[in-house]
């Protein structure tokens, strides 16, 4: 059960309220975000809702039976629309491409990039300053430095900062120059980290690990949302599997899935879901055919000299064919 709050219930009426559903209902978590405030509950027992509905401070009840009850469509039935910026939504009604490097490499690159990613019309650039590589040998990014410099060259070009966070001392330092924070595969079940988001003012995207679940996505949302973060972008960037054809198995059943489950948005990175960098563009068309709301693909001037991940990035020329194509089947939706 999911109690809505009015926003101008009083200290009282919500000590009343926070007592009567303790005694009567049972578990109970107040949840306080900067959209509303919610008692999200666990009943012991079969319980009347309509008892709740009466007192003075509630907005609404609702009877959720998932078990991840904030991320769920049965009581927020519109699909949310995820503020980034000042100016830009993410919604249902507002396809969206986050595409950029694996990793910053330099200054150069990132202007470069950069300047592409504008002449096509993208909002949203990814860029990794801080990456969790398998091998302790590969490169790891170049910090905060690169950070920054990242952050003022793309708000200079009029988009915005998308970029991975690996661990909650992180959040100070990187808060300033990242506009919408990435949770990794690698730490989709961190749940010390997902609680550190679930107190930030900015919107997380969240990937699904590699071998998670989509009850465990879903979970770990579930987390960011009860911390008191409701602007949450899902992912689905491809499992683990017994197959070694290609890098991951992209699992587009979970776009359908999860739209249906969540009001959250649903975003594909077909890049990381399939790792052949000539199989990306037929996966991106695919996952635009599935209902995702947007796309996360990853672009490099010269991808054979990345420094990471270049065996699944686009070079210019094949990503603005690709941008066209995915255009013409969104048209009318693109912004």
Not at 74 to 93: A, H, M, R, T
Request: proline fraction near 4%; glycine fraction near 8%.
């Amino acid at each position: 059960m999911i109690i809505k709050l009015k926003k101008e219930i009083t200290s009282q009426e919500l000590e009343s309220m926070s007592s009567y559903v303790k005694e009567n209902v049972g578990t109970v978590k107040l949840v306080r975000t900067k959209e509303g405030q919610y008692m999200v509950c666990i009943p012991q027992e079969d319980f009347d809702i309509r008892n709740i509905g009466k007192w003075a401070g509630v907005e609404d009840v609702f009877r959720v039976n998932d078990k991840h009850k904030l991320v769920s469509h049965k009581w927020k039935i519109s699909p949310s629309s995820i503020q980034v910026g000042e100016n830009l939504s993410i919604s249902q009604e507002q396809f969206h491409l986050i595409a950029g490097p694996c990793s910053i490499e330099s200054e150069k690159q990132v202007h470069n990039t950069a300047a592409f990613l504008r002449k096509q019309g993208i909002k949203l650039m990814r860029g990794g300053a801080f990456k969790p590589r398998s091998s302790p040998y590969s490169f790891r990014g170049l910090g905060l430095s690169g950070l920054k410099f990242f952050h003022r060259i793309v708000h200079d070009m009029g988009m915005l900062v998308v970029s991975e966070i690996l661990d909650p001392s992180q959040l100070d330092e990187m808060y300033p120059y990242v506009d919408i924070f990435q949770i990794g595969a690698r730490n989709s079940q961190n749940f010390i980290l997902l609680d550190c988001m679930g107190s930030v003012d900015k919107p997380v995207l969240l990937k699904r690990g590699l071998s998670g679940s989509l009850d465990e996505l879903l979970y770990s949302a579930e987390y960011i949302f009860s911390g008191g973060n409701e602007n949450i972008i899902l992912c689905e960037r491809g499992i683990r599997t017994f197959e070694t054809a290609y890098r991951n198995v992209l699992d587009l059943n979970a776009v359908p899935y999860l739209k249906e489950r969540s009001h959250l948005p649903v975003f594909v990175d077909p890049s990381h879901g399939i790792g052949v960098r000539r199989f990306v563009p037929t996966m991106c068309m695919a996952a635009v055919g599935s209902g995702c709301d947007g796309l996360m693909i990853e672009v490099h001037e010269i991808p054979e000299k990345s420094k990471s991940d270049g065996d699944q990035t686009l070079n210019f020329r094949e990503f603005e064919i690709l941008y066209q194509q995915i255009k013409s089947l969104r048209k009318g939706f693109y912004n």
